[in-house]
């Protein structure tokens, strides 16, 4: 947070295949922009960031993720669903919580049900 009264800050992350195209990879990223600013917002939190990884191999966003939460003072990492992080080797298999603890920021789910 930057000041009294200004809003809590949450960060999105996603992971997309790796052999997607470069237009579908700027359609998904756009779309899940979108939708977690509308997230965001729902849950009265300011979007910060949005990182995503593509393929398997690489993990550099989810690293630039936590890098940011911690140095922003992130209070969520918004995700489409807990895959998109046990995908993470460091977090392979982590349930909710244990994501939560080693992110250091509550976890938002996109889908207002499962929050």
């Known amino acids: 947070m ?19 195209s470069d237009q579908c990879r700027q359609r998904e990223t ?7 600013t509308e997230r965001a917002a729902r849950a009265g939190l300011c979007l910060s960031g949005v990182f995503y990884d593509a393929g398997r191999r690489h993990d550099h966003a ?3 993720l936590q890098s940011e939460v911690r140095h922003s003072h992130a209070v969520a990492v918004i995700v489409p669903d807990l895959a998109h992080l ?17 992110l250091r920021a509550a976890i938002v789910l996109l889908s207002p049900n499962d929050s």
């Open 86 to 102: 046990t995908r993470v080797s460091a977090l392979a298999g982590a349930d909710r919580l244990t994501l939560a603890r080693y």
């Open 30 to 36: 756009a779309l899940l922009r979108a939708q977690f």
């Open 62 to 64: 989810f690293y630039a």
């Open 2 to 20: 930057t000041g009294p009264g200004a809003q809590p800050h949450a960060c999105g992350y996603f992971r997309l295949p790796g052999h997607l």
